[in-house]
């Protein structure tokens, strides 16, 4: 059960996870605090197809072997499936710029120059 709270830390939940089309395999702790739970897969951006949703509802209705008290800030925990074990581990410096690009930096236009 979730325990009574205010519904006031929100995070980000990609919409295959929120429509129940994929299952939620990926959980990550910005080092800056903002959680997102993803399906894991990388054909979509973060940014664009996911939505709000809180946090402490999202552990207490979809994670039941796994807490918030698990995944430190600057931590990601990942699955294979919906019944595997969670793994944690540190976000890469990638992972880490990834997300900070996905929150701010607008979509590349078609002009980008060819690398
Ligand atoms: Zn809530
Ligand atoms: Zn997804």
């Known amino acids: 059960m979730t325990a009574p709270h205010k519904h006031d830390k929100k995070g980000l939940m990609c919409n295959h996870v929120a429509k129940g089309k994929r299952p939620l395999r990926m959980v990550a702790h910005d080092a800056d605090g903002v959680w997102q739970f993803m399906c ?52 890469t410096a990638e992972e880490l710029g990834q997300i900070g690009d996905a929150a701010t930096a607008p979509v590349k236009g078609a002009n980008a120059p060819r690398g």
Do not use: Y
Not at 42 to 69: E, P
């Open 40 to 91: 894991g897969q990388d054909d979509h951006s973060r940014a664009k197809q996911a939505r709000r949703i809180c946090v402490a509802c999202t552990f207490g209705k979809n994670l039941r072997s796994l807490t918030a008290g698990q995944v430190p800030a600057g931590h990601v925990a990942e699955r294979d499936g919906s019944g595997a074990a969670w793994a944690v581990r540190e976000m």
